[in-house]
């Protein structure tokens, strides 16, 4: 893929996806809307992340959305740091994402 595709194709995702958990876009729906297959949406949704856009999902929900609680986040920073050694940079992405962006995000009862 290259870099312009590469770049519509995050756009469409970035549209494709909402805020909260309860309205999360799962994996099979993000194929339908982007017409790509799920391992390039990942690593497109994996890029993203890298390049310090918040998007949330974790192991029980087979979705994706922006998260709208400190909750959110904080759950994603965690399954992130169980995982591999390699996924710690995600973790410290989302960390500094959650500090800079708390004061947008509604204070809930899970944090």
Request: with cysteine.
């Amino acid at each position: 893929m290259n870099k312009n595709s590469s770049e519509s194709a995050k756009t469409l995702i970035r549209l494709c996806l909402k805020a909260g958990k309860e309205n999360r876009t799962s994996r099979s729906t993000l194929r339908q809307l982007t017409g790509l297959c799920d391992r390039t949406n990942r690593l497109l949704i994996e890029e993203m992340r890298s390049e310090g856009i918040m998007i949330c999902s974790n192991s029980q929900s087979n979705g994706y959305w922006y998260p709208t609680k400190i909750s959110e986040v904080k759950h994603y920073i965690n399954e992130m740091r169980k995982r591999s050694s390699g996924t710690d940079g995600k973790a410290m992405t989302a960390e500094l994402w959650l500090i800079d962006h708390s004061g947008e995000l509604e204070h809930d009862d899970n944090v």
